[in-house]
């Protein structure tokens, strides 16, 4: 036998031997594997080989070593099947494949609202998620949307991912109209999450819009129930006059102006609204307990039609 035959055969057995490593060694069933926060890729190595899904821990290391993910393992849970090829394990690993969860944040939820969902859903704690919204006065920048969770992320990850989809929709735009009524961008996002909660109807936002824009030329109290509803804390069909009296900065029966924070998250098409009011004289509103509301600019009308409702 030549040497060149040799060779080959040589190359040939060790691509033999290389496949059984790396193929399938057998169809198995799906296991579930959580990669904690700080674990080195030997304890990875490991967990996959009581678990079933490498058969051959060494093997495993090298192959990490020699594409650079022994440092790229990214935490999370993992849904892996049993006697799965070791490239697919790695490549999973590696890219973050983790099992995710389908959460939808309506739109004017509040922040304890948000806390309770991602609760439910056994994403996080109610009570860690609403201590990072407090600290870092996030109530109003926790985007309404659907987003896909990793199953492992803390609750500061679930409120980054919602902080960074409200600054990817809150643009340039929408902060320099906001200019123009001398508005900062809270301002606009505080007088959004009030249009959130009073408006049912789409087509009626930019009018309710309006009815704020011109009380706050006046300088008449806003008067929103949603502001009374927010402080205290639980939903009513109709305030009573005492509730009216709810001593609190976010009570616009009593304080002049914008409360000095969002009352929800409110989407974009608020967040629109409220730099962009219609032209209009109107300064009242009544809610005809059908989503929609009767409108007025004159504050004799107004009683009547509160009367009637």
Known sequence: MNKKVIIISVVCLMIVCLGAFLMPSRPGSSVIINVNPGMTAREVAGVLKSRGVISNEKLFLGLLRITGGDKKIKRGTYRLNAGLNIFSVVG??????????????????????????????KLGD?????????????????????????LYSSEEDIIEMMVKQFNVIFTEELLEKGKKYRFTKNDIIILA????????????????????????????YLESCATVLYVLGKHKDKLMYEDLKVDSPYNTYRNFGLPPGPICNPGLNSLVAAVNPEDTDLYFFVSNGDGTHEFSSQYRRHLKVQKNN
């Open 92 to 121: 999973k690993l590696v890219s973050g494949d983790v099992l995710m969860v389908r959460v939808t944040i309506p739109e004017g939820f509040t922040a304890e609202q948000i806390a309770g969902l991602v609760e439910q859903k």
């Open 126 to 150: 109610r009570e860690e998620f609403m201590k990072i919204v407090r600290e870092r006065k996030l109530e109003g920048y926790l985007f309404p949307e659907t987003y896909l969770v990793p």
């Open 193 to 220: 999450s009030i249009i959130e909660r009073e408006a049912a109807k789409e087509n009626e936002r930019s009018l309710i819009s309006a009815v704020f824009h011109n009380r706050l030329k006046k300088r008449y």
